[in-house]
C-alpha cells in the first residue's frame, strides 16, 4: 500500500477505533469479543484500503462489515461459546444507573442478532432508519419491521422488571 492510503489509514484507525469498539461491545456484550470483532472488521477494511476513494464513507462501510461479523458469527453458532450467569467485564459510568444498564444489556444481549443489531444502530448509535437500511443492507421496511419485532423480544425478556426499571 502507497504511503498516503496507509497513513490514512492509520489515521482512521485512531480516530474511530473506540466508537467501533463500543458498537462491537453493544452487539456482542463482551469487551473480549468486541475487540475481536473490530479488529476482525479492520483487517477487512485494511485489505480492500487501496481501492477506497471515498474516506468519508470508510466509518459507515466499517461498521457495515462489523455488523456482519457479529450477525455471520451468531448465525454459526461457534462451538466455542461458553453460557455465563453473569455479565462480564461491564462497564460502569458515573452518570447511568448501573442496575438499569445491567438489566437492559443483560436483556439485550438475549434478542436475535439481527434485532439486536437494529436495536443497537437505531437506539444507542442513533442512526435513523434509512441510515440503518443501509448499514445492514435491508429496506426501510425491513429495519422498522426488525426493530419493531425487536423491542417486543426485548420488552418479552424484560417481562416485570420492565416496570422495575421505568420506575428507577
Do not use: N
Not at 97 to 126: C, F, I, K, N
Not at 128 to 140: I, Q
Amino acid at each position: 500500500m502507497r504511503p498516503e492510503k496507509e497513513r490514512l489509514f492509520d489515521e482512521f484507525v485512531t480516530t474511530r477505533y473506540h466508537a467501533l469498539r463500543r458498537t462491537a461491545y453493544l452487539l456482542c456484550g463482551d469487551w473480549h469479543q468486541a475487540e475481536d470483532l473490530v479488529q476482525t472488521a479492520l483487517t477487512k477494511v485494511y485489505a480492500t484500503w487501496h481501492r477506497m476513494r471515498d474516506t468519508d464513507a470508510v466509518h459507515g462501510y466499517t461498521r457495515r462489515v462489523m455488523i456482519r461479523g457479529f450477525i455471520d458469527a451468531k448465525r454459526l453458532r461457534s462451538g466455542r461459546e461458553v453460557v455465563s450467569d453473569s455479565i462480564p467485564d461491564t462497564m460502569a459510568t458515573a452518570d447511568v444507573d448501573s442496575d438499569r444498564r445491567l438489566a437492559l444489556l443483560t436483556a439485550l444481549g438475549q434478542v436475535t442478532p439481527v434485532y439486536r443489531a437494529v436495536l443497537v444502530l437505531r437506539y444507542w448509535e442513533d442512526q435513523s432508519v434509512e441510515e440503518t437500511s443501509a448499514l445492514l443492507g435491508r429496506s426501510s421496511s425491513a429495519v422498522r419491521s426488525a426493530t419493531s419485532r425487536g423491542l417486543d423480544q426485548l420488552r418479552a425478556i424484560l417481562g416485570d422488571s420492565l416496570q422495575d426499571i421505568a420506575r428507577s
